[in-house]
């Protein structure tokens, strides 16, 4: 078998799995979001008997969903700003500054992502009644996921850090160069993908996170998740879950596609020092 025959297997492949694991479960979900409530969509038909839009309808005016999504993309934007702004000192410190121990604590930052959610959201729910934060619920999820997902930025933020060039630094320096414009011209180039990065990964984990949403903010708050558990765990109303699966998804998908231009646009030659 030569070379490019067994490219072209392989490219099959790799296109079937792709199939499988990602255009059937959307085709799924789109299909069941359009399931009309008048002929019910049974195992013995391929495509719904009847479809419409009423599900989507039915859901924007007669659900919650309408203040989850508000909820949802009020929180979590918050909560990837301030993640980041946590997580810059400590990104900095194990990025920049040599210490004994130092690839041991960045191990150690990433250990609170092993925890399990809602061991995590008990311990969260009993701090924020002694802080007094649970009367505020948007608040205290806001700090919750803020802490959570912190792990997350640092890390690629210590990554990005370690990718700036010190004879940039210094060159900025003995030009005279003051601390604001060291950072513009020698830290920024080199920290923009991955603070573009950061904010997202850490955008989607809040946004796609029930755990802490739902122990913290029940019966108040709600977002997304906690709408989508409502109708497929509590009633199991397939059509939708469906509906929410698709609004919780595909906005997160446009992100991952924004974030990939804006990677491929950033100039390597600037955070390199090669241009």
């Known amino acids: 078998m030569s070379a490019q025959h067994l490219n072209q297997i392989l490219l099959v492949l790799l296109v079937s799995l792709t199939a499988i694991w990602l255009i059937v479960p959307f085709s799924m979900a789109i299909l069941w979001s359009l399931v009309d409530p008048a002929e019910p969509w049974t195992a013995d038909k391929l495509v719904p008997p009847v479809m419409s839009f009423y599900r989507w309808q039915d859901m924007w005016e007669n659900s919650s969903l309408q203040t989850a999504l508000v ?38 930052a990433l250990l609170p992502l092993i925890v399990p959610p809602f061991v995590t959201s008990i311990f969260f729910t009993s701090m924020l009644y002694q802080l007094g934060l649970h009367t505020w619920r948007f608040g205290a999820i806001l700090f919750a996921h803020a802490i959570v997902f912190m792990p997350y930025a640092i890390r690629i933020m210590t990554v990005s850090f370690e990718q700036v060039r010190s004879d940039h630094i210094d060159a900025a320096r003995d030009l005279g160069a003051s601390a604001w414009a060291r950072w513009k011209v020698a830290y920024l180039p080199a920290l923009k993908p991955g603070i573009f990065a950061s904010l997202l990964i850490v955008f989607i984990q809040s946004i796609e996170e029930f755990a802490l949403a739902f122990i913290v903010g029940s019966p108040d708050f709600t977002t997304i998740p906690t709408l989508l558990y409502g109708t497929l765990g509590q009633d199991f109303v397939r059509p939708n879950a469906a ?15 924004i974030l990939e231009r804006l990677l491929k646009s950033a100039n390597p030659a600037l955070s390199s020092g090669k241009g």
């Open 243 to 257: 509906v929410l699966s698709l609004i919780l998804v595909v906005p997160n998908v446009i992100l991952m596609l």
């Open 71 to 108: 909820n949802s993309y009020l929180l979590a934007p918050s909560a990837a700003i301030a993640a980041l702004a946590l997580a810059m000192p400590t990104a900095f410190a194990l990025g920049r500054i040599r210490f004994p121990g130092r690839e041991v604590c960045k191990i150690l």
